[in-house]
Nanobody
Framework: QVQLVESGGGLVQPGGSLRLSCAAS????????MGWYRQVPGKQRELVTT???????NYATSVKGRFTISRDNAKNTVYLQMSSLKPEDTAVYYC?????????????WGRGTQVTVSS
């Protein structure tokens, strides 16, 4: 079993910053791509950003230049630094991890953390 523990969501004013983190654990698992998606009610879940184990990253156009993904492979943890937040960034943010054990790949989702950008 893989467990993801997310933290860091909350309420922030427009223009503010928040940092999300997601720690992955699971006996015998290796973690490859790690990243973040977000979802608002009535809409599909959308990609925010992902990062490979070797550090290659991609971002949704809407967050480029404002959000930064990073990861600590020793801690199996991925971070999302969000700056210059806008009301339209309000969503539930989900951690997403590709975990592999015995050659079998699993896609694992966190429970989500609410980010609300409002004055």
């Amino acid at each position: 079993q893989v467990q993801l523990v997310e933290s860091g969501g909350g309420l922030v004013q427009p223009g503010g910053s928040l940092r999300l983190s997601c720690a992955a654990s699971g006996s015998g698992f290796s973690f490859y791509s790690m990243g973040w998606y977000r979802q608002v009610p009535g809409k599909q879940r959308e990609l925010v950003t992902t990062m490979t184990r070797t550090g290659d990253s991609n971002y949704a156009t809407s967050v480029k230049g404002r959000f930064t993904i990073s990861r600590d492979n020793a801690k199996n943890t991925v971070y999302l630094q969000m700056s210059s937040l806008k009301p339209e960034d309000t969503a539930v943010y989900y951690c997403n991890v590709d975990a592999v054990r015995f050659g079998i790949r699993y896609e694992v989702w966190g429970r989500g953390t609410q980010v609300t950008v409002s004055s």
